[in-house]
């Protein structure tokens, strides 16, 4: 089962607290650090060193967890995958649900495998970013390519409403 809190619910009531996962995860260009390595800024226990100053992809990046995805014990820290919903790049072709693994064999979870069908019965895309392994894709070129870069490392599965 899959919980969403509504916004209502979910309003200031979570917090990071002692998880920082997003700062292995996520590729910051400012600090020249690559996705899937730790932060050289990140604290032990969580928290960031350089949090006042910290680059802009830090600061406007916030988890599916923080926006009331998933009860409390989904917490990245605790799941092990971090969850992120965006736009695609053209937005009248949806969300799609980006799901980090912040530690191997963490996509293959029950956790993983029950929010990847919500969100598809649901239309939204999902990609799955493991941190090592055989990566392919399987979507259309579009998606594949953005402003000449390839995106490398993404599992697609297309949404059950057959959009895109």
Known sequence: MVTILLKEERSNKRTCDTCSECCKVLKIEELDK?????CPHQKKGGGCEIYESRPASCRVFTCGWLQGFGPEETRPDITK???DCRTLPNPKDGW???MWEVEEGRLTTKWVTAVTNFCLKNGLW???L??????RFSCRQVYREKKGERWYGWSIVKPANGNI
């Open 130 to 135: 493991p941190l090592t392994g055989k990566r």
């Open 81 to 83: 995958v971090v969850l």
């Open 34 to 38: 690559p996705a899937g390595k730790r």
């Open 126 to 128: 999902v990609a799955h």
């Open 96 to 98: 799609i649900v980006q």
